[in-house]
């Protein structure tokens, strides 16, 4: 609850718009990421919930208003029950996994595009006898 509560405060700062399928499936996934925050036993299995709330969190247009994302977040939380939830907190955090994924490839070409290129070795020669 308490990433929600700091979900919604964040959201007053936004200004009026609609909310697309897409911050539908965000809030879902806001949703189903609070409830496993607040429910996870292990450490790191809360780390990685509230990490997914934040994130996104972060996937919600600035034109929703609170009044827009309250709405919005209690009409998801409708949607889920104990059976459907593992299986979206699964999806959303496989799509951040994937965000991961690409970051680390686009990282790894733009470290291998930097490193200097080595010169190739030159064959040593033996002069011709009787030199």
Same mark, same amino acid.
């Given at each position: 609850?308490? #990433?929600?509560? $700091?979900?919604? *405060? &964040?959201?007053?700062? #936004?200004?009026?718009?609609? #909310?697309?399928?897409? %911050? ?5 996934? $806001?949703?189903?990421?609070? *409830?496993?925050?607040?429910? &996870?036993?292990?450490?790191? #299995? ?18 929703? %208003?609170? @009044? ?6 209690? &009409?998801? &939380?409708? %949607?889920l029950n104990q059976q459907t ?10 799509? $951040?996994? @994937? ?7 686009? *990282?790894?070409? @733009?470290?291998?595009?930097? @490193?200097?290129?080595? =010169?190739?070795?030159? =064959?040593?020669?033996?002069? =011709?006898?009787?030199?």
């Open positions: 609850m308490k #990433a929600l509560k $700091i979900a919604l *405060a &964040a959201s007053m700062l #936004a200004s009026g718009g609609a #909310a697309t399928a897409q %911050t539908a499936s965000d809030l879902q996934c $806001i949703v189903v990421s609070n *409830a496993f925050a607040g429910a &996870a036993k292990e450490d790191n #299995a809360q780390k990685i919930a509230e990490a997914s709330v934040y994130f996104y969190l972060g996937r919600i247009g600035n034109t929703m %208003t609170s @009044a827009q994302l309250k709405t919005q977040l209690e &009409a998801q &939380a409708k %949607t939830a593992p299986g979206i907190m699964n999806k959303c955090t496989a799509a $951040i996994q @994937a965000k991961v994924v690409m970051l680390q490839s686009i *990282a790894a070409s @733009a470290k291998a595009a930097a @490193a200097p290129a080595k =010169p190739a070795a030159t =064959p040593k020669t033996t002069p =011709p006898p009787g030199r």
